[in-house]
């Protein structure tokens, strides 16, 4: 079991920067594939970034790709996004998920654990 609280939304101008981080529970973090995604209102939970459980394997999105940087930080049991050039599509409520296994996982239905989210907000 673990759990996760998102902390480092906010509101910001588009074009500039805020960086989410995702502080997880429990000794076996280094054992889970971590994942963060994203609701706008009215619109499905969609994914954003994915890191393998050692850090080595990322993934993105498309929409974020070049602007976006997932990280992790295992002695810390955190998981961080970098995100720059923001624009206000990137508005959102932000999660992070986790789920034991040692790929990169994209899809809602493949994680088994979520944060209560943190809402981020960009202005034009």
């Known amino acids: 079991q673990v759990q996760l609280v998102e902390s480092g939304g906010g509101l910001v101008q588009a074009g500039g920067s805020l960086r989410l981080s995702c502080a997880a529970s429990?000794?076996?973090?280094?054992?889970?594939?971590m994942g963060w995604f994203r609701q706008a209102p009215g619109k499905e939970r969609e994914f954003v970034a994915a890191?393998?459980?050692?850090?080595?394997?990322?993934v993105y999105a498309d929409s974020v790709k070049g602007r976006f940087t997932i990280s992790r930080d295992n002695a810390k049991n955190m998981v961080y996004l970098q995100m720059n050039s923001l624009k206000p599509e990137d508005t959102a409520v932000y999660y992070c998920?986790?789920?034991?296994?040692?790929?990169?996982?994209?899809?809602?239905?493949?994680?088994?654990?979520w944060g209560q989210g943190t809402q981020v907000t960009v202005s034009s």
């Open positions: 890191i393998s459980w050692n850090g080595r394997s990322t």
């Open positions: 998920a986790a789920r034991e296994g040692a790929g990169t996982y994209y899809y809602t239905t493949q994680y088994d654990f």
């Open positions: 429990g000794r076996t973090f280094s054992r889970y594939a």
